[in-house]
């Protein structure tokens, strides 16, 4: 009898300090990751907020949560104090629209889809995801919690403008992923998707092929919709400064509370 109390008892503790947590899962390159925003200039929270946003973060070759989740803060790899990308600013913003955010982050700098994310099952990075993000969602139903997965966040495109081929296939290969993700991954065909890339980079404008493919699709299907970058403040010819970052992370707030109705 002690042992069924006791079993009861644990049961009732673990339910009782379950969520619902709404899964935002964001990837891309350099723009994501962060890789020119200082954490020195971490963006202040003086509410708290940040300790009750669960993080799960792989930054390949810098620095990942090492496949279990924390609290959302800066990541270690490219500054004394870290750096940060936008999922900060973000990720607070979120509390207004009486949510229990938690952020899956994927990023690699440099990569190409057809190269380096490739297509599913062929044990790219993109593959490499799924699996992290698995692991991330068991973690946190083995917790007690409830996860529903709001939005993929993808912030990517400026190394397939190196090359006119890759640039024309954009589409197509950015669209199976997102197919694979929402339908076979997430299984949430209508999934909210936000697409981004640097439309100021030069080489995104020598091949306007990825704009074009991202509002494309943005265009076909009414759960899918383009950010734009211009006016962000940058670093230098590719990535953003840290107020960059900060504002990238309001945009992309903003952004998907006009997509999603509330």
């Known amino acids: 009898m002690k042992i069924t109390l006791c079993f009861l008892l644990q049961i009732f503790t673990i339910t009782a300090y379950a969520d619902e947590i709404d899964l935002f899962i964001m990837a891309g390159q350099s723009n994501m990751q ?12 003086p509410m708290y907020k940040d300790a009750e946003i669960p ?21 270690i790899g490219h500054f004394q104090k870290g750096h940060f ?6 990720a607070r913003a979120l509390f ?3 949510m229990r955010p938690a952020i899956f982050k994927y990023s690699s700098g440099g990569t190409s889809i057809k190269n380096d994310w490739k297509a599913p099952g062929q044990n790219g990075l993109y593959d490499d995801m799924v699996r992290n993000l698995n692991v991330a969602i068991h973690e946190l139903k083995n917790q007690g919690h409830t996860v529903t997965p709001r939005a993929f966040i993808w912030i990517q495109g400026e190394t397939d403008a190196n090359d006119p081929y890759l640039a024309r296939e954009y589409h197509w290969r950015l669209n199976n992923l997102l197919k694979n993700m929402r339908n076979h991954v997430l299984r949430d065909p209508s999934l909210p998707v936000i697409l981004s890339v640097d439309e100021q980079h030069p080489r995104v404008r020598t091949q306007p092929e990825i704009v074009a493919a991202q509002k494309k699709l943005a265009n076909d299907d009414a759960s899918i919709t383009f950010m734009s970058m211009n006016g962000l403040e940058k670093y230098d010819v590719t990535h953003l400064t840290a107020k960059g970052t ?17």
């Open 55 to 75: 993080f799960y973060f792989e930054a390949l070759n810098y620095g990942s949560s090492n496949k279990h989740w924390e609290t959302l803060g800066p990541q």
């Open 96 to 98: 207004q629209l009486n």
């Open 34 to 45: 962060g890789w020119r925003s200082d954490a020195a200039m971490y963006p202040p929270d």
């Open 246 to 262: 900060i504002n990238q992370g309001k945009r992309l707030f903003q952004t998907y509370k006009a997509a999603v109705v509330y």
């Open 85 to 90: 990308g936008p999922e900060v600013t973000f």
